[in-house]
């Protein structure tokens, strides 16, 4: 999002966060943090706030409007944030949206993830959840929000942090990516009924994904214009050679198209929609970034993955996170099963009308 698409109060967030990251999210603190996360960077996003700026529609406590709180997403793709302020920002506003109270405390979402196995049954006066949960965002250092099936419907339940078995992983960026085995009681005032689906919240999850992929993404441009122009061969700067000038190209079209996929999401993420926005928004971003990824690699040569230089802490995150709440594969699947499903008729109206429409029936269950 442009800085003059801005609310007042979103410009205002914009330049907190910004101060923030930059002053944490240097080559050489990114690479401190690897395998790990920033306790100095969380402290000082949660003092400002910035972790509940994410409110339902019609809470609005903070007074920052849905679009200028989902720019946050893209900062701290941006920056390569190694802080979970997506993950708590989604779980934040998944807890006000069933009406339960949320605060600054890192979180990051279970049940999203196919391969999660979680039961939640009736214990007393509260809740027991138990299970498994795989590849869990940053899981040793946060709450757990539980999505899971029950009886009565999908519920979502907390779960502090500390009281569940943690086996420590991480992705292709040296995120954490934790496996954790919980058994653990919820108090009833900490678990409702979810006001969506799995598949839509699944679908915003991946959609937060394209946000942080586009942020990541302008940053990758700008490294790569910069270098092009600094570094000289042959007498002048390889900014002057066509084939790098192709490259470059390349880059700036799928950045443009990463970065018109999270303005849909910006514009439509509580919309009723917003189901075929994210999918679509995840599928464009995804397919991006391993483009603008290579592309810019080949501008850089050598210099690209060295430890001291800013580029790879960026490429790394995109190859991981288009693959992360479903690959580019999995929803189009799911979004060419529901243009089937509706006929050649409606095929090009669904298409110009924004993709209109919740969460499919048809794919109830199903995951991308």
Not at 83 to 109: C, M
Not at 166 to 174: D, F, Q, S, W, Y
Not at 234 to 248: C, L, N
Not at 334 to 339: A, D, P, S
Request: aromatic fraction near 6%.
């Amino acid at each position: 999002m442009t800085e003059n698409m801005l609310s007042d109060v979103g410009k205002m967030v914009q330049e907190t966060a910004g101060r923030i990251l930059a002053a944490h999210c240097g080559p050489a603190q990114l690479k401190a943090a690897e395998g790990g996360w920033s306790a100095a960077l969380w402290d000082e996003l949660a003092a400002a706030g910035l972790p509940l700026a994410l409110e339902p529609a019609g809470a609005g406590e903070l007074g920052v409007p849905v679009g200028d709180a989902l720019n946050l997403v893209c900062l701290a793709g941006r920056w390569a944030a190694p802080a979970p302020l997506t993950e708590t920002l989604f779980a934040n506003w998944l807890l006000g949206s069933s009406g339960l109270h949320a605060d600054a405390a890192p979180r990051s979402i279970i049940g999203l993830n196919g391969r999660d196995q979680l039961k939640l049954e009736k214990d007393g006066g509260g809740w027991r959840l138990t299970g498994v949960a795989r590849r869990v965002p940053w899981g040793r250092y946060c709450g757990l929000l539980a999505v899971v099936e029950t009886a009565e419907g999908l519920r979502i339940a907390e779960a502090p942090a500390a009281t569940f078995q943690v086996v420590e992983g991480e992705n292709l960026a040296r995120e954490p990516r934790d496996e954790v085995q919980i058994d653990t009681l919820i108090p009833a005032d900490r678990s409702a009924v979810a006001s969506a689906s799995r598949l839509g919240l699944r679908a915003q999850a991946a959609a937060l994904r394209a946000l942080q992929i586009s942020g990541a993404a302008e940053r990758v441009l700008e490294l790569t214009v910069d270098y092009a122009k600094a570094r000289v061969q042959f007498g002048r700067p390889i900014a002057k050679f066509q084939a790098v000038q192709q490259s470059i190209a390349v880059l700036g079209g799928q950045v443009a198209a990463a970065r018109a996929a999270a303005d849909s999401v910006i514009g439509g993420f509580e919309a009723p929609q917003s189901f075929f926005v994210c999918a679509a928004a995840k599928i464009r971003a995804g397919e991006a970034s391993g483009i603008i990824a290579r592309q810019a690699h080949q501008v850089h040569g050598a210099i690209g993955f060295t430890q001291e230089y800013e580029l790879h802490f960026l490429t790394k995150r995109l190859w991981s996170w288009r693959d992360e709440y479903g690959s580019e594969a999995g929803w189009s699947r799911l979004l060419g099963e529901e243009v089937l499903r509706r006929g050649a008729d409606a095929a090009w109206p669904f298409i110009t009308s924004g993709l209109a429409g919740g969460a499919p029936a048809a794919a109830n269950g199903a995951t991308a």
